[in-house]
């Protein structure tokens, strides 16, 4: 009889992640970052207005490489969650975003840096 394929999670590294999981200095697992903010485009704007008192949606847009639709879609969703703060006008004639990091915003990525740094050194040791 054949021999059941082997996965990935079949080899001796699957042994130790069961064994011991990997927890940061801060005590908490890797997979509990800030999801919200950990992917690129999200992460990219918090970082971008945590350096910068307000950026408008076409800056942001062109400093993250991203289109129109994704940056509208992850904007809002920082914006749902209390972590940016959206200001709409109009220059002329033509319609306006500033988008500007709430207190909320600035604490969260903070605590995701913390995070983050914790896991570099743990993995570093």
Request: hydrophobic letters at 35%; charged letters at 35%; proline letters at 6%.
């Amino acid at each position: 009889m054949a021999e059941p394929a082997r996965t990935p999670e079949d080899g001796p590294r699957a042994a130790r992640r069961e064994t011991r999981p990997m927890v940061t200095a801060s005590g908490s697992n890797p997979v509990d970052l800030d999801r919200l903010i950990h992917g690129r485009v999200r992460l990219g704007i918090v970082s971008a207005l945590a350096v910068e008192e307000s950026l408008t949606f076409n800056e942001l847009k062109e400093r993250l490489e991203t289109s129109d639709g994704n940056l509208s879609v992850h904007a809002r969703r920082l914006e749902e969650a209390g972590y940016l703060e959206v200001t709409k006008s109009f220059q002329g004639r033509m319609p306006r975003t500033d988008y500007r990091l709430t207190p909320e915003g600035r604490a969260a990525l903070e605590r995701y840096l913390d995070h983050m740094e914790a896991l570099i050194q743990r993995v570093r040791d």
